[in-house]
């Protein structure tokens, strides 16, 4: 379970363009949910996510994952029971190392590294069974480096890669937004089977309201750093996506936009 408890976060405090985000904020993830977050930008989506994964500081509150409060510990201790996939392709990979090494690389998570070969050579049909299942072709390609994968196969390898090793959580931060619409249907269909294949708990961000409508069991809509909207289960599934733009629209209008 994922909770944050009556967090504030003040961006460029003291300075004349000080915004106060969250105040008291507070939002529960339970186990197993699969969330979409929508919003405007600005709305605090992607502040979200950098606040679960300690990527920024909190001036008040507390974050709960797993029923330990986990506020002061630091992004990279975090990432052991958390993946994330982000919005570039590249930053999920290593471009200059093969398929193979990036795989034995994302296999060594949180292992010890000594002086021995990176690459497990026993491991190599686990990858390869594992590269199968996205349907890309990728197993028989293990010594091509990923910088030369289209965009497309790159965040299928990061989506597999962030899920390798045993993890709680899946943190997927607009990871489909630079991706073209036919490869983006891919990706999320990739994203629904290992989620549900692997019980995972994941915060997804999107701007495509068709994604956050079709997919999940549950969705927020954020504005201003509040959760404008919040529909789970049998609600979620009757939403639709008219439903989500006539908000949006609605909060267009209260900004004057």
Do not use: W
């Not at 506020?71 to 190392?97: D, H, L, W």
């Not at 489909?176 to 915060?203: G, S, Y």
């Amino acid at each position: 379970m994922i909770e944050l408890q009556n967090v504030s976060k003040i961006y460029n405090q003291g300075d004349i363009t000080e915004m106060c985000l969250f105040d008291n904020f507070s939002l529960t993830i339970p186990d197993g949910q699969f969330l979409s977050v929508v919003g405007s930008n600005g709305s605090g989506k992607t502040s979200l996510l950098n606040i679960i994964c300690g990527s920024i500081p909190i001036e008040k509150g507390k974050v709960i994952i797993g029923g330990k409060d986990i506020t002061k510990v630091p992004e990279y201790k975090r990432y052991r029971t958390i993946g994330r996939v982000y919005q570039n392709p590249a930053m999920g990979t290593c471009p200059s190392f093969t398929i193979l090494e990036n795989m034995s690389l994302a296999d060594n998570k949180n292992k010890r590294f000594g002086l021995t070969s990176g690459v497990n050579k026993k491991r190599i049909d686990y990858y390869r069974s594992e590269l199968a299942s996205l349907g890309l072709g990728l197993e028989d390609k293990l010594d091509v480096k990923v910088g030369s994968l289209s965009g497309g196969q790159r965040q299928a390898m990061a989506l597999l890669m962030s899920t390798l090793t045993p993890l709680e959580f899946l943190i997927l931060d607009e990871h489909t937004a630079a991706l073209d619409p036919k490869t983006a249907e891919i990706i999320m269909e990739l994203t629904d089977k290992i989620v549900k294949e692997k019980k995972l708990t994941a915060v997804m961000v999107t701007h495509n309201l068709r994604y956050a409508v079709d997919y999940g069991d549950r969705i927020i809509m954020m504005h201003k750093g509040q959760v404008v909207l919040d529909k789970e289960n049998g609600e979620k599934e009757r939403t639709q996506v008219k439903d989500l733009l006539t908000i949006f629209n609605e909060i267009s209008i209260e900004c004057g936009n």
